[in-house]
């Protein structure tokens, strides 16, 4: 996989237009988060400081098209980054027929779904958005699995498409821990159900040496396992599948561990009661809802040998502290792994964050949708057409 870069080229006097993900969350009309802007700073300045004119489009919220709303205005970003920057970026209402920027300035371009077409990533609409800039960056991972206009269909017609710094180094990660990985290659997938990241089990099944399942996944396992789960969150309807995974692992010598000793409750609360049992001891009426010591101690020790660690969905219901064990000691076995460790989705960063080790995991993927599909084995749109750029 090839991609031209934004630090391969020179920007000076460039019209540059980037695709940013200020999809910020607001709370009252102010920011309540901003480090999605903040991460796209060192890119911004690095091309400021060439002399690059640039231009910064980006989403925000789920506006009508053709519409414009003031609640998904990006005015509170505008004011954000201006300053962040210290210098003022001002925000630019209709753009599509122009924008004047000098070099070494940046303008903001208000929120790209007001245009008509954006989502269908309309062929006329994203011509006249590529018309604007002499270099198109996309720097928006999370984006990346939806074509749209400000996404894809300008990265066909503008005269030079390439990925800004975050999306580069996002692919180079994601690259490192599944396409060319240091082995052993152990995944972990928990959360609430199979059928939602059936694909991902499976194209995981395929390339890991050991496949860590959690949550309420785990159920559905412990299920084709033949192990009694109670009256816990699992899909037997998909417990055939359940099976098929761990058959593909075994086959390859690799395995799907289960659990051995459990953390349940008699009922789904912030207040229940919790109670550590071996898994031979669950009872009809028991919930199991996180890994007990023991198991956890076991993946601790599976993952202290690995080589690289990817990560999606918790053990348990990490969101109640007394069932919170087995994703806490999970995060902290791969910390402590000499691993190269990936991580990512919504739930997952979550848990990262209670845990206060985000900073210590080789990469963390904030791009719910877009890493899973990856973790799907899914051609990311945006990313292929700048492969297709790349190629000429
Ligand atoms: P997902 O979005 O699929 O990653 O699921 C994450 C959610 O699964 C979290 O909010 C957890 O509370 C929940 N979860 C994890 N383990 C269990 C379990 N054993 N039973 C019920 N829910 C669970």
């Not at 400000?150 to 996002?170: D, I, Q, S």
């Not at 949550?215 to 816990?232: C, D, P």
Request: hydrophobic content about 45%; overall charge negative.
């Amino acid at each position: 996989m090839s991609i031209l870069k934004m630090s391969d080229l020179s920007l000076a006097g460039k019209r540059v237009l980037v695709r940013e993900d200020f999809n910020v969350p607001l709370q009252d009309g102010r920011i309540s988060d901003d480090t999605r802007i903040r991460a796209s700073l060192p890119g911004i300045r690095s091309a400021l400081e060439q002399g690059a004119r640039l231009m910064l489009v980006s989403h925000l919220g789920r506006p009508t098209e053709g519409q414009f709303d003031e609640a998904d205005s990006l005015a509170p970003v505008a004011t954000r980054l201006s300053q962040l920057l210290g210098e003022d970026v001002p925000l630019v209402r209709d753009w599509l027929d122009g924008v004047t920027v000098e070099p070494g300035k940046a303008v903001l371009l208000e929120n790209c779904r007001f245009n008509k077409g954006e989502k269908k990533n309309d062929e006329a609409l994203a011509r006249r958005i590529a018309a604007l800039c002499d270099v198109y960056v996309n720097d928006a991972f999370a984006t990346a699995h939806r074509a749209e206009a400000t996404t894809h269909g300008v990265a066909r017609f503008a005269p030079v498409a390439c990925a800004g710094p975050l999306l580069a180094r996002e692919l180079e990660a994601l690259g490192q821990a599944l396409e060319n990985p240091a082995r052993p290659l152990a995944a972990i997938v928990g959360g609430a159900k199979v059928s939602t990241k059936l694909t991902v089990l499976d194209q995981l099944a395929a390339k890991v040496d050991q496949l860590i399942v959690g949550g309420g996944i785990a159920n559905t396992f412990m299920l084709a396992a033949g192990m009694k789960i109670g009256k816990s969150l699992a899909e037997p309807d998909l417990v055939a599948e359940a099976g098929r995974v761990m058959e593909r692992l075994a086959a390859k010598g690799g395995s799907v561990p289960l659990p051995v000793d459990v953390v349940c409750a008699k009922e789904f609360s912030a207040a229940a009661v919790a109670t550590t049992k071996a898994v031979a001891d669950v009872a009809e009426d028991d919930l199991i809802l996180d890994v007990g010591p023991r198991t956890a101690a076991a993946l601790g020790a599976l993952l202290g040998k690995a080589g690289t660690i990817v990560w999606n969905g918790p053990l348990g219901v990490f969101e109640f502290d007394q069932f919170a064990g087995g994703t806490r000691a999970l995060a902290q076995a791969i910390v402590a792994s000499p691993a190269f460790s990936l991580a990512g989705g919504g739930e997952t960063v979550a848990a990262l964050a209670k845990f206060g080790v985000t900073d210590r995991i080789g990469y963390v993927s904030t791009a719910g949708g877009a890493f899973l599909e990856f973790l799907e084995g899914r051609k990311l749109p945006a990313v292929e057409i700048l492969e297709a750029r790349a190629r000429g």
